[in-house]
Every structure is written in C-alpha cells, then in structure tokens.
C-alpha cells in the first residue's frame, strides 16, 4: 500500500499540467452542474458528453502534429469529409453498418497517412502542405453531400449518442434491466468511446519507440536524428494519426442528427487548435510549443 501510494504521488510530481487539468475540469464541472437547472443527472451528462466528443477527438489529432513541432490544419476538413462518408454508409443491415464504420475509420486514415507522405517526402512544410489537403478534404466531402442530408441508421444513431442501457436494450445483448449492469447502465456512450480510444489507442502508441521518436522529433530533431531514430516513419504515423483521430467521433456526429453537414458554420480546423493548447493529455510538448496555454 505504501509502495502505491508512493508511486501515485511521484507520477503526480512528474505530471503535474496533467492532473492540474484534471482537478479544474471537475471543479469547473462541479460548479456547471450545480448552477445547472436539472442539477446533477444522466441526461445532462449524456448531452455534455453528445456535444463535446467531437472537440475532444479535434483536440486529440492535432495534439500528434503539435508534438512534432507543426500544425496540421486538414483535421476539422478530414472530420467534415469522413462525417459525409458516415452519413452515406451508415445504414443496412447490421454487417453494412460495420463495413460503413470500417471504411468511415478507413477514410480519415488514408488522408492522414497521404499528410505524412507529403510532409516527408514532398519536403513541405506541415502547415502549408495540410492548408492544401484540407481544401482538398473540403471539397470531396461537397462532392458527397453537396447538400446537408443522409440516412444513418436510426438504431445506431439512438444508441451511439445515449448510455449504455440504450445501447444494450437496442441491440438486445442481454438483459439491460439486470441488476449486475444497473450501476453503470447510466454511463454515456459518447463518453465510453472517447476512453476506449485514449486507453486503447493513444496511451500504447505513446509508449512504442515512434511514439517516443515523435516526442523526440519536437524536442531537438537534429539530435532525435543522430541518435537513429526513424524521424520519416515517426512523421507518417503522426500524420495518419490525426487523421485516423477525427473518424471516431463521426458515427456519433453524423448518427445524432440522422445527417452530415458538409460545411460548418463554426471553422473546425481552427478551434482544434487552441483547444489542443488548452488540452493537457499530453504533459509535453515540443519546446516551439511549450508557452502559454490558450483557453477555448
């Protein structure tokens, strides 16, 4: 117990932007919560959880090219292009909804992995070679949906953006009335997703040598270079990264109102970026980076 404890105060110490974060969300949390006019509930948090996934995952992308010492300014136009793809391949039979979901991930991730080959072996600088693949992103996802519309799957869109009882009722996996499951049938699935990505995905990415060489890349790249490290792999994998990154949100996006919007009124690529700024899942950053944080 005390080797625990000693443990947890060190990673503390040694992290301290990163559970600061954390304690401020749940006080600013708190505080909404009670000035709220439904109070504590499942439905307010399933509507918070609704309306800030996407963010969340923006922030996500662009945090990798952050890392490196770039921008990547196509992530909120790779998000818009892949939430068409959603909103087209999102319905059928159970099968075609998961082969939709796979060419939906499949789309982003494509786009981020051309990112990393333009930016490597094009010779371009990050932010000016995904200014160009945005548009690019933009117009392809006009092409789909000229249109706002779409026809996602209703049992999908009803249970991607509710909780867990939902989810299971919907699907009828067993019974969501069991007592076992009732202390947890609350918890968003929104909620649920963007924890199975950061523990699923992010968090063993981080811990791999081109996890680390990306780190490395932001810090000191010429000495990142002289140590061996693959700086040409680690660029492209932090590029198809953010792009993979916004896809996950999209089955949420385009199920919750049954449809895709191919232009937003609100600039997706720019609020990723000081919402990254502000977001502190990632302790360090590349010294270019490191200065003040920008509240979004």
């Not at 937003?264 to 502000?278: D, E, G, K, Q, Y």
Request: hydrophobic share 50%; charged share 10%; proline share 7%.
């Amino acid at each position: 117990m005390h080797n625990n404890r000693s443990s947890l105060a060190s990673t503390i110490r040694q992290n301290p932007g990163f559970y600061g974060a954390i304690v401020m969300l749940l006080v600013l949390y708190l505080v909404y919560n009670s000035l709220h006019p439904r109070g504590f509930s499942a439905a307010v948090l399933i509507q918070n959880s609704n309306e800030s996934v996407a963010i969340v995952f923006l922030a996500m992308a662009q945090t990798v090219p952050v890392l490196l010492g770039g921008l990547d300014l196509s992530v909120g136009a790779i998000m818009t292009l892949t939430n068409c793809v959603a909103s087209v391949v999102l319905n059928g039979s159970p099968l075609q909804i998961i082969f939709g979901m796979i060419i939906t991930l499949a789309t982003g991730t494509a786009f981020g992995f051309m990112n990393g080959l333009i930016v490597v072996y094009g010779r371009l600088q990050p932010i000016i070679a995904t200014l160009a693949t945005g548009a690019i992103a933009v117009g392809l996802a006009l092409f789909i949906r000229p249109a706002p519309g779409g026809n996602v799957d209703d049992d999908i869109g009803w249970a991607l953006t509710n909780d867990l009882y939902e989810l299971v009722a919907t699907y009828g996996w067993f019974d969501a009335d069991a007592a076992w499951f009732a202390p947890i049938s609350w918890f968003p699935v929104p909620l649920l997703i963007v924890i199975v990505i950061a523990f699923g995905v992010w968090l063993p990415f981080k811990r791999t040598v081109t996890g680390r060489t990306i780190y490395a890349i932001g810090s000191a790249e010429g000495a990142a270079y002289m140590s061996g490290l693959n700086l040409d792999r680690a660029k492209i994998a932090a590029f198809t990264l953010a792009g993979f990154l916004p896809d996950a949100p999209d089955c949420i996006c385009a199920s919750r109102p049954r449809r895709a919007m191919p232009t937003s009124p609100r600039p997706a690529p720019i609020r990723s970026i000081p919402s990254r700024l502000s977001w502190s899942v990632a302790p360090r950053c590349s010294e270019a980076w490191a200065g003040p944080s920008v509240r979004w």
